[in-house]
């Protein structure tokens, strides 16, 4: 029987700063440079290079004013701002690869699903089909002030908005245009079919909308949906739409806890629980030998910011630590930040120098220290114990995290028969799924809404 074939993406964001805070000072780190399209088309390329499934872009609208109650530790140490939008880096990235997915992070709060439709349908053309959309519905109240609400919407109740976007959304990528529409015949002069492209109306209680999709079916119609919530509402959410979820472990005990709750929460959708693939969130420092692996830790301890880390940690928990002495015990308050992160805190047994302590790296992700053996041992225990079935790995030093992976234990996982040694065909949701479909499959809530005849 062949072994499970570890999926990984890279996690990364439009910004300088993104999970390991305060590593944009070393010296080999070009991360500062974001603002090129050569930092992006240069990184997909390597990405490819070491057959990596995609590259899973973070994204935030809003800043981080809870630490301090000022966007001074954020400035300063450029803590995911500046941030520019993700998903202008796409078509530049796919224009040099043929097979990396891209993980487009965008909040559907503040966006008109009827444009956003458009968007995603664009990309999926440009791509080939190899887009896929990390649904969020926000958390902070900086973003909801700047687009003017006075305060953000309560937690399950962003839920129920997304519910319905989510609706609208399939009306127009699946029901608007019939598979056979467009028959681009010069000679009729017929480009599309009028009775297969159908006007969607939808009257509900967030969105009203009334129209066609402006695009013909791309490659995907329904570009590959990832989700991070692990609040029960959020699972609720992911059961019946998630395709891939994205979820932070600290051991693998409750890691696997997650991971049934997420499978369970898609069967309880009429879905298989196969029907979704998790990804954990990961640090790797790797090196030929364990000594020079836990040397380049080191090093890179020295140039992180672990103030910079609780800086970020206070906004996804909505509690400012700034205001506890080093040693005081951290109140858990109950609110509409981040559930699994506001969780953490709730035995009220935390204090600042342990959350300091936590973020040595500058974030608080599980972090792989050793050889290429040792790396790989511990991938595939991860994906064995938990039920996993790939990571999310993050970048400390840019691009040399990638390289190093890429480089050390991507041939090691192939010798062990773990990782691919080649891309399969088709699109992002066939590279993922077995069952080779390059549209939601029917036991999807999104099928629903196909238009049929």
Known sequence: MSK??????????????????????????????FNTLEY??????????????????????????????????????????????????????????????????????????????????????????????????GYLDSAAKAMGLTEQVEHDRRYDQADEYLQVLYKLWEGSWENG????????????????????????????????????????????LFQAGSSDRGLVFAGRHAECVFISGQTKAATKVQVDKVRASAVAAGRNPDDIKLFM???????????QAL???????????????????????????????????????????????????QNNDWTRRKLLEQHALGGRYITLVGSPEQVADELESWIAETGLDGFNLTRIVTPESYVDFIDLVVPELQRRGSYKTAYDTGSLRQKLFTDGAAHLPERHTGAVFRHNP
């Open 40 to 137: 992006w088309t240069e990184l997909a390329q390597l990405l490819e290079r070491g057959l990596f499934d995609g590259l899973f872009i973070a994204d935030i609208v809003g800043v981080y004013d809870v630490y301090q109650q000022s966007v001074d530790v954020p400035l300063k140490e450029a803590i995911q701002l500046p941030v520019n939008d993700p998903l202008l880096l796409v078509s530049a990235m796919a224009a040099v690869t043929k097979n990396l997915g891209f993980g487009l992070t965008a909040n559907l709060t503040y966006e008109a699903p009827y444009l956003f439709a458009r968007r995603m349908s664009t990309l999926d053309h440009l791509t080939r089909g190899r887009v896929g959309w990390n649904i969020v519905t």
């Open 295 to 345: 040397a380049k830790r080191d090093e890179y301890l020295s140039y992180a910011s672990a103030e910079a880390g609780v800086a970020h940690f206070s906004s996804s928990t909505g509690i400012d630590f700034a205001d506890y002495e080093l040693d005081e015990p951290i109140q858990y308050v109950k609110n509409n930040a981040i559930q699994s992160a506001t969780k953490v805190l």
């Open 281 to 291: 969130g990961l640090n790797v420092i790797v090196a030929p030998t364990e000594a």
């Open 4 to 33: 499970k074939k570890i999926l990984i993406n890279a996690f990364n964001m439009n910004c300088i700063g993104h999970i390991n805070h305060g590593l944009w000072t070393h010296p080999r780190d070009n991360s500062t440079t």
């Open 181 to 224: 529409a467009v028959l681009n015949d010069p000679v009729q002069r017929i480009y599309a079919q009028p009775d297969k492209v159908h006007k969607i109306k939808h009257a509900g209680e967030f969105y009203q909308v009334e129209g066609y999709h402006l695009c013909e079916p791309s490659p995907q119609r329904t570009p590959v």
